[in-house]
């Protein structure tokens, strides 16, 4: 019975989240900021993977989601839409419903592609020369697609939208905001079960000591191959379903060193090595954008004090590396794994 | 490329890398004492920046009316007073920014990367402010010493340039000097060696941060001030990315050590300079200046993956 709670709160989420908006319950602005919590979360939980988990310095996350949401960009203006540089839709309309999902995981995957960029140096350098070459490859993509004339340059890239409102004309429903939700789960449940396995204690030997890690029979190359593409890859799905977004553009000004740092501070604040930190620092700093927004340019006056106020009072995060199951273990009832919740049964 | 049109490309190189070593300098003597990226360091360029353009604007309406052109002397003193007093008050406001934020987290030994984190915010915080209260019109730093351009066998250059690029190599000199033979340069090099037997024998490791930061700071200032004679916009956002580029340069240089600064620095300006130089080379054309980034990060990438701890930096033998 206690293996029923979490999938029946995350189905009731689901319903409320996308019935809601079905039924424009939630007024498009609301969408907008469940769209934004949602690619949020992806990208927090996944960058925790490198920064908290290995702890690692990635300082150019920006970067991947750049090249996810180009890449599915691309396929979905391609295959669904009418398009200047394209021409006309290789697929008819009603295929994009299917094949939506295709495209975001081969954003995602080109993504992870690029991520070897940072895996392979990162075999030798270790600490602040690897953020460095994050930050390198952050510029490097940026500058690439700045460069690329056909995709529109520094212009960005236009055409997703009609890929959405295709979608909608067959099956009218938040398509985005489904997808964002399935994304935004199937991330949580990756890291989690990735770091419970033993791959993942080898993540964590790793962070402790490099060189003991590998006295103890880690491979340790083999884990921040994987660890760097998941992370990367992660980060190119949160960018294809940014790609997306009611606005219908995407441009390489999105992708600075800016949008890294952004992700950069929900991973720290929300503690490092810590999924539901992470869940809720990225959901809190949504909200935060949000509930200043009347405060204009004073916006970001207020918000890196509130956070350097917040580092001093709570100087490891929000959870710090603890869970939210470690804080309250009457939680753990409901989101523990099996064997976690059998214990407290007996106990 | 003829020799005088290298050359030119050379100085304007010279003078384009002397901004990001000395930037990269802040960078990496707090990095050397702290270990923490400063990487609020770029907005306090900015802050100099700015904090100069008020004194010497200030100071110009005092000294003249606007309408007769100063004596000679009169505007180097007022160059001379806005070096000084930029300095000294970003000095302030670096170690300033050092003692409320970096310190209090310091000392409830957070881990080295909320730190970090809390410069990003900083950083964040002097824009912003900038923005709100100076609003975003660019400002125009005033021309303090008329622009004169000599030429010499088809190279052409102003004076400004010269005075950028002689000041850089001279702070480059002193503070080496003062790193090597003084005896709080002594004290900064042992504490970036062991963190832990430095202050038991009796280094005061508060002072000696403090003058990192000062030290830093100023030059940051200085920076800011020769950027806003040479070019003459000032912006809220100036600092962003050449504080990024020069935390690479820093790097690639080998960060902690001051002549990895210099040379990492160079070496930055040096690569943007001649890829864009190289676009009017024939056979060259499609290398247009939009390639600048790409082909610098990806030299600088190159050098990292070939030479992991940068071109000066020592590999720190690790006990098992």
Known sequence: MRKLYLPLIVLLLFVVIIGGSWLRIFNEYWQLVLLFMGINIILTVSLNLINGYMGEFSCGHAGFMAVGAYVTGILTVWLFAEDKVFGLPVLPAAWAIPLFPVALIIGAVAASLVGLLIAIPSFRTRGDYLAIVTLAVNYIVKSAIENMEVIGGPRGFVGMKRVMNNMADVLDVPWLLIWTFIGMIVTILIIRNFMSSTFGKGVEAIREDEIAAELMSVNTRRVKVVVFMLSCGLAGLAGGLFAHWPGGYVNPGTFTILKSTEVMVMVYLGGMGSISGSIISAIGFTLLLEVLRPLGVFKWVVIPLLLVVMMLLRPTGILGNRELTDVFPRLRAIFGSEEESYALASD | ?320
């Not at chain 2, 050397?32 to 802050?47: E, Q, S």
């Not at chain 2, 003692?99 to 730190?115: D, K, M, N, S």
């Not at chain 2, 600064?261 to 040096?270: E, K, Q, R």
């Not at chain 2, 993956?305 to 071109?311: A, E, H, L, Y």
């Open chain 2, 1 to 320: 490329m003829t020799l005088a049109i290298f050359l030119q490309h050379l100085l304007n190189a010279l003078q384009w890398g002397s901004f990001y070593a000395l930037i990269a300098l802040g960078y990496t003597m707090v990095y050397g004492v702290l270990l923490l990226i400063n990487f609020a360091h770029g907005d306090i360029f900015m802050v100099g920046a700015y904090i100069g353009f008020f004194i010497a604007t200030f100071l110009l309406g005092v000294v003249s009316n606007g309408a007769t052109p100063l004596p000679l002397w009169a505007s180097w003193l007022i160059l001379i007073l806005t070096i000084l007093g930029s300095m000294v008050l970003t000095a302030g406001v670096g170690v300033g920014i050092e003692r409320v934020a970096y310190r209090p987290l310091r000392e409830r030994g957070a881990g080295r990367l909320y730190l970090v984190i809390t410069a990003l915010m900083i950083g964040m915080f002097l824009e912003y402010l900038n923005l709100a209260t100076l609003g975003a019109a660019d400002r125009g730093f005033p021309e303090l010493i008329e622009t004169q351009i000599y030429t010499v066998g088809g190279v052409s250059f102003t004076n400004v340039k010269l005075i950028v690029i002689g000041l850089a190599v001279l702070v480059m000199v002193v503070l080496e000097l003062i790193v090597r033979r003084t005896k709080i340069g002594m004290a900064m090099r042992a504490i970036s060696y062991d963190k832990v037997a430095v202050p038991l024998m009796g280094v005061p490791m508060n002072v000696i941060i403090s003058a990192t930061f000062v030290i830093g700071s100023s030059l940051a200032a200085l920076a800011g001030i020769m950027y806003g004679s040479a070019y003459h916009i000032l912006s809220f956002d100036m600092g962003i990315l050449i504080g990024w580029k020069a935390f690479i340069a820093a790097v690639v240089g080998g960060i902690g050590e001051i002549r990895g600064a210099m040379v990492g620095g160079f070496l930055l300006g040096f690569i943007e300079i001649f890829v864009v130089a190289m676009g009017q080379i024939p056979g060259f054309e499609w290398l247009s200046s939009t390639y600048r980034d790409l082909v610098a990060f990806t030299i600088l990438l190159v050098i990292l993956t070939i030479k992991p701890t940068g071109i000066f930096g020592v590999a720190r033998r690790q006990k098992v």
